[in-house]
């Protein structure tokens, strides 16, 4: 069974930066994908960002240019480095991992964007 623990959330001003860290319970190496995902308060989940394991990214256009998506398979670790924050930001953050028939959830951690 794969468990993913995020954790980085908290609170900050607009403005400022966070680093959210998704530790998965095992190696990341043969999933398809890893992403992060977001959901504001009373609306639906979004994707923040993803990668591919070959490398490839996406990310929605309200983040573009301000996260940045890593992963790191010798730690079995995905990352979303956050600069430039904004309230709207503001939403529980949950890591995702990609298999061919199922997907994975960590449990979210919240992140606050003051103005």
């Known amino acids: 069974q794969v468990q993913l623990v995020e954790s980085g959330g908290g609170l900050v001003q607009a403005g400022g930066s966070l680093r959210l860290s998704c530790a998965a319970s095992?190696?990341?190496?043969?999933?398809?994908?890893m992403g992060w995902y977001r959901q504001p308060p009373g609306k639906q989940r979004e994707l923040v960002a993803a990668?591919?394991?070959?490398?490839?990214?996406n990310y929605a256009d309200s983040v573009k240019g301000r996260f940045t998506i890593s992963r790191d398979n010798a730690k079995n670790t995905v990352y979303l480095q956050m600069n430039s924050l904004k309230p709207e930001d503001t939403a529980v953050y949950y890591c995702?991992?990609?298999?061919?028939?199922?997907?994975?959830w960590g449990q979210g951690t919240q992140v606050t964007v003051s103005s």
């Open positions: 995702n991992a990609k298999a061919p028939y199922s997907d994975y």
């Open positions: 095992g190696t990341i190496f043969g999933f398809n994908a």
């Open positions: 990668k591919t394991s070959g490398g490839s990214t």
